[in-house]
């Protein structure tokens, strides 16, 4: 695991004159997706780099121990090991970023895990996950019990209402609040883009965060109507690149940043989406979905 | 398992995250020139023309330098033939009705659908640029147009009533623009009932693969023929008779020598000229979107040449390192490869651009370059220019030399074009300051504004002197919105219904001729006044007509201090008027600039109100017009008329002129795109000397109603009533929107054509005259409309009030405005 961000003195200045301009950032999103394609073995190695991004994550109201077990272990092996030999990776070691659970669940990722034999981190959603909406009392109160049963990265939710309504010290200050609450663990902060309502909030709660000392910024809590996108992520990559050219720090947004502590992918679908396509890659057929095991 | 067909390689890629080659199949390609047994001819009539004894040019993949054919030139004897073909294919074409058209444009459309992988790999293959362009731009776009233009020829019976098609169109391309080009220009072309033969610079088969599709569709095939041959068949081409207009493209300095070539032929001129374009980015922009804004502009093969680049200071650090951080991530390659931004555009592009970069920076500009590009030729990084003032000599071509004396029609020295793939960065102020930056060029291509501030990007929006304006983005384009530009770049239009009007004429006019004098001598025309004598006493009418040249709102004394004689029908001095000369002309042109802002800034109603109020004061000096025009040999009632109908035509364009412009909405765009119609500036009118009274009024009514200042020289036969009218202008109008100079016909005219700061100019009299006019007009490439000694029918509707005058009178320009937060 990477160094923590230590966050900055709250500085408005930097926040004060932002604006995004919504349709054009719509049309660097279309750019994007129409501009990079990889193919053959570059597509492989990039899928199989996705992987290495994912928070495996299961957020269900029924989630027991059983499927927590069953999640972990395809956290440690997201690809069929042959399809890995005959790529040559078997010895990469290529597992998911993290398992994310809810607070209640991490002792038995914690206890899957280890039987597995692997220290894959495990990651709590917290902070009144997904909407925000409890006491900071309590919210600060989840943190702390998810770190002492073992989670070493909270998810923590913000306080839309804080951002709607403009009050950046205030975020400011419950956030710094989270990532002391965090102790050692990695502080990810979700900022539920859906509810902010514009591009240019979602910059300034980006870079709010990052002053707090956030060490992840995600985009949503996949409980929102309207999730990851494109142009969300754009404007979040920007806000990231400034903060670090701010803060003094020579590194761009390139290949530098595609690493796992420091790049994450929030979403579960998508491995077995990779999977089948590397089994096409590998061996030239469509694989049924029993072809592959499930999660 | 299956046999594993993975790569040795994925294990490094994991680690080193590189790109890999994308490529794009262009076996099709191949396979159609194999067709052809990779010989390309030329295609008229719905065939191919394969002539014996050309000479022959090699088709080269401009990255490998592969022949990929040999393709035949063209000679003059094959122009001909294809003119032919496309005279004969008029008659049957236009005759049909619009539906007919729309029918064959719609099949068109669903040909190109069908067979869409082989345009864009063989346009990709030959020319270079990246294929995700050509794919998801060019192509679609193409598609769109001839929709469009299917549309509007299906209701062109109602919505066109009154125009009739010229005729065949000659359309000539120049090397670097892609086939879209061509689609702009003939789908409107098409659509109207011309036909066109397009003269394609050597080795382009993606123009010639599209008229095959064309002419393959059956019953229409010599609606669309196209030839292949080098740059000195332009004027062969343009001068064929059967030529009604020339549509051409290409750079600005061969544009202008055709529009000297063409003075008094046959052929009407349309131009488009340059491909450099702008970019305004200010301090309340959206900065990383403005980079993106430069990359579409510069570096993804949307557009074909460079960008001026233009950045308030207070944001300069910050652009100039976003933007090079930006740059830093762009990636050239073969355009064939699907994961390129750029790809590359044959020796010659990388020649010119090797040679500006060089001279810049022999000037002492920084050049940045960056970006993940192949080193060999003809590669060429994507560069960024800085630290180049506009008073840099790189920023001027050669002046030509100075001989021929003052009267040379070539203007001294032109700013370089920006070459593709740079961009030439440079600091301003205030917004003030970069309107001043952006329209102190010649050119008036396109630009965009990137500001968050509503009153800021309109304020800019509006002040550009250019065709095209996009707030918040860059280069986009859509068929419904016309595409053009103003001053040095052409005033040409396509796209919209104003590029439907580039291929119409007014029914029933008769048909442009030939005013070719061969002797005449352009450095003397109206060079010399010859000298008036006192022709006798003034046997005075009362009152004493006004005395003076009209400039600046009072009469002036003439600089000559002499004056001119004129005669009534009855051949009796009626009087003296001043004699005008090119002192008193550049006197006039300063005093209308000088009123031009502040007129244009008039609201229509404004303007509406002061016509009227001209109107009142004409109508209440209907007794001295009319006596004044019956010693000219009118009718009592005839006079009376001619005053009424004058008075009609005020009121008439004050209210016209309350309706235009309009709103378009785009399809993929929220927001709407508004069609303004500006005011030219200062418009130069030379009147006929026919309908003293009527034809001055009606030029100088749509004239100023549009928000234009004139310059005019009213009919030399008998200027008086226009000088009466000036004592009306002297009370109703403010100072310098119309000034009336008085004179020899020929010297003025002369003043006036070569003036560089006069925007427009009509002329209405000699062949002659209109032949030097069509001429001199090269200097600025200011629009004429010369009546080339037909008369003209000033009391009908039509000819003296008719919808061309108002097509004339002011310039389009298209304003885009995406929406969204």
Redesign the interface.
């Known amino acids: 695991m990477s160094a923590h961000n230590r966050g900055t003195e709250l500085d408005l200045s930097w926040i004060s004159k932002i604006?995004?301009?919504?349709?054009?950032?719509?049309?660097?999103a279309e750019?994007i997706q129409?501009?990079?394609?990889?193919?053959?073995?570059?597509q492989?190695?990039?899928l199989?780099?996705a992987v290495t991004f994912i928070d495996l994550t299961t957020l269900s109201g029924d989630d027991t121990s059983s499927n927590i077990q069953r999640l972990c272990y395809k956290a440690k092996y997201p690809i069929r090991e042959?399809l890995l030999k005959?790529?040559?990776?078997h010895d990469?070691g290529i597992t998911t970023a993290a398992v994310c659970v809810y607070p209640a669940r991490v002792c038995d990722a914690v206890k899957a895990l280890k039987a597995a034999g692997c220290n894959i981190p495990v990651a709590s959603v917290a902070a009144g996950f997904p909407a925000g909406q409890t006491h900071l009392k309590t919210r600060l109160e989840e943190i702390r019990l998810a770190v002492e049963d073992g989670a070493t990265e909270i998810d923590v939710v913000i306080n839309r209402s804080l951002v709607l309504t403009g009050q950046w010290e205030a975020l400011y200050d419950e956030i710094r609040q989270f990532r002391k609450a965090c102790g050692e663990a990695h502080l990810k902060t979700i900022l539920a883009t859906g509810e902010l309502g514009?591009l240019t909030n979602v910059y300034k709660a980006s870079m709010i965060a990052m002053m707090a000392g956030s060490d992840f910024i995600k985009t949503s809590t996949g409980k929102e109507t309207v999730n990851a996108t494109f142009p969300v992520a754009i404007v979040m990559l920007?806000a990231i690149?400034d903060f670090f050219?701010k803060t003094g720090n020579k590194e761009?947004l390139?290949?530098e940043w595609?690493k796992p502590e420091l790049f994450r992918i929030g979403a579960s679908t998508l491995l077995s989406d990779i999977e089948r396509q590397i089994y096409h890659?590998?061996?030239?057929?469509y694989a049924a979905y029993h072809d592959l095991p499930m999660s | 398992?299956?046999?594993?067909?993975?790569?040795?390689?994925?294990?490094e890629?994991?680690t080193?995250?590189?790109?890999?080659?994308?490529p794009e199949s262009h076996a099709c390609a191949l396979a159609w020139l194999d067709t052809q047994d990779r010989c390309l001819g030329h295609y008229v009539n719905g065939k191919w023309l394969k002539p014996e004894h050309r000479n022959s040019v090699p088709c080269q993949d401009p990255i490998t330098g592969e022949n990929l054919a040999s393709c035949l030139q063209a000679q003059a004897e094959d122009v001909a033939a294809a003119v032919e073909a496309a005279r004969m294919a008029f008659k049957g074409w236009s005759a049909h009705p619009g539906v007919v058209r729309a029918q064959h444009l719609t099949r068109l459309a669903e040909v190109i659908q069908k067979h869409q992988r082989l345009l864009w790999t063989l346009e990709s293959l030959v020319t270079g640029r990246a294929v995700?362009e050509v794919r998801?731009g060019d192509v679609q776009l193409a598609q769109q147009l001839l929709h469009y233009h299917a549309i509007q020829a299906s209701t062109q019976e109602e919505a066109l009533a009154g125009w009739e098609p010229m005729g065949v169109i000659g359309l000539i391309l120049p090397p670097t623009f892609s086939f879209l080009e061509m689609m702009w220009r003939i789908c409107p072309a098409l659509a109207v009932g011309c036909t066109v033969v397009a003269l394609v610079p050597p080795a382009s088969p993606a123009p010639l693969l599209l008229a095959q599709l064309a002419g393959e569709l059956g019953p229409f095939p010599g609606i669309l023929n196209v030839l292949s041959g080098p740059a000195s068949l332009v004027p062969i081409l343009a001068s064929q008779p059967g030529i009604r207009k020339v549509a051409f493209c290409g750079a600005p300095e061969e544009g202008r020598a055709l529009r000297r070539s063409l003075a008094g032929e046959c052929a009407e001129l349309g131009l488009a000229l340059g491909t450099e374009s702008l970019l305004l980015l200010t301090d309340?922009?959206?900065v990383?979107?403005?980079v993106?804004?430069v990359v579409d502009a510069a570096w993804s093969d949307r557009g074909p040449g460079g960008l001026r680049l233009l950045i308030q200071e207070s944001v300069w650090d910050e652009a100039m390192?976003r933007l090079q951080?930006r740059m830093?991530?762009l990636r050239s390659g073969r355009g064939l490869d699907?994961?390129v931004?750029m790809g590359a555009r044959g020796a010659a592009a990388c020649d010119l651009v090797q040679r500006f970069v060089r001279e810049a920076q022999s000037q002492g500009a920084q050049v940045f370059q960056a970006g993940d590009v192949p080193s060999e030729r003809p590669f060429y990084p994507p560069t960024l220019v800085s630290n180049l003032p506009p008073a840099s000599p790189c920023a001027q071509v050669e002046a030509p030399s100075l001989v021929g004396g003052p009267w040379r029609a070539e203007p001294p020295g032109h700013p370089l074009q920006v070459p593709w793939p740079v961009v030439v960065a440079s600091p301003f102020r205030t917004a003030k300051e970069a309107l001043l930056v952006a329209n102190g060029t010649p050119r008036g291509g396109s630009a965009s504004v990137?500001s968050?501030r509503l009153g800021q990007a309109l304020e800019l929006g509006y002040g550009l002197q250019v065709g095209t304006v996009w707030i918040?983005?860059h280069g986009l384009r859509d068929p419904s919105v016309p595409t053009g530009g103003c001053k040095e770049s052409g005033c040409s239009w396509h796209g919209g219904p104003d590029g439907l009007y580039e291929y119409l004429r007014p029914s029933g006019t008769p048909a442009r001729l030939s005013c070719l004098s061969k002797n005449l001598n352009y450095d003397t025309f109206g060079l010399a006044v010859p000298s008036t004598l006192p022709a006798g006493p003034e046997i005075g009418p009362s009152p004493a007509p006004p005395y003076g040249l009209f400039v600046g709102g009072r009469f002036q004394a003439p600089g000559a201090r002499s004056s001119r004689p004129i005669r009534d029908s009855s051949g009796n001095l009626h009087g003296y008027v001043a004699e005008g000369g090119a002192k008193d002309i550049r006197g006039a042109v300063e005093a209308a600039h000088q009123a031009f802002p502040g007129w244009a800034g008039q609201s229509p109603g404004a303007r509406a109100a002061l016509l009227w109020a001209l109107a009142a004061a004409l109508e209440r000096r209907k007794s001295t017009l009319a006596s004044r025009l019956e010693r000219q040999g009118a009718e009592l009632k005839a006079a009376e008329a001619e005053v009424e109908l004058s008075a009609r035509r005020l009121r008439a364009w004050g209210a016209r002129v309350q309706a235009q412009g309009h709103t378009l909405q785009v399809a993929g765009l929220?927001?709407p795109v508004l069609r303004l119609r500006e005011p030219l500036g200062v418009l130069a009118v030379v009147c006929p000397d026919e309908w003293p009274l009527l034809a001055f009024v009606s030029l100088l009514a749509p004239a100023l109603a549009y928000g234009n200042t004139v310059v005019m020289v009213p009919s030399a036969a008998c200027p008086l009533l226009a000088l009466e009218v000036c004592q009306d202008m002297a009370t109703v109008f403010p100072a310098g929107l119309a000034n009336v100079v008085t004179g020899d016909r020929d010297h003025l005219t002369r003043c006036l054509a070569l003036h560089q700061d006069v925007q427009a100019m009509w002329y209405f009299g000699s062949a002659q005259g209109s032949q030097f006019v069509e001429w001199a007009s090269a200097g600025n490439l200011k629009p004429v409309w010369a009546s080339r000694g037909c008369p003209r029918a000033w009391d009908q509707e039509a000819e003296g009030a008719g919808p061309e005058l108002g097509l004339r009178v002011a310039r389009t320009k298209a304003l885009w405005l995406?929406?969204?937060?």
């Open positions: 604006q995004v301009n919504h349709p054009a950032v719509l049309r660097r750019q129409a501009r990079r394609t990889v193919k053959k073995e570059w492989a190695a990039w199989l780099k042959d005959a790529l040559n990776m990469k514009t920007r690149r050219w761009e390139g290949d595609l890659h590998v061996t030239g057929r | 398992m299956a046999a594993t067909r993975a790569g040795p390689r994925a294990r890629i994991f080193s995250l590189e790109y890999g080659p994308v995700r998801d309340t922009a959206d990383d979107s403005a993106e804004g390192r951080e830093g991530r699907g994961a931004d990137w968050e918040n983005a929220r927001g995406p929406m969204g937060d």
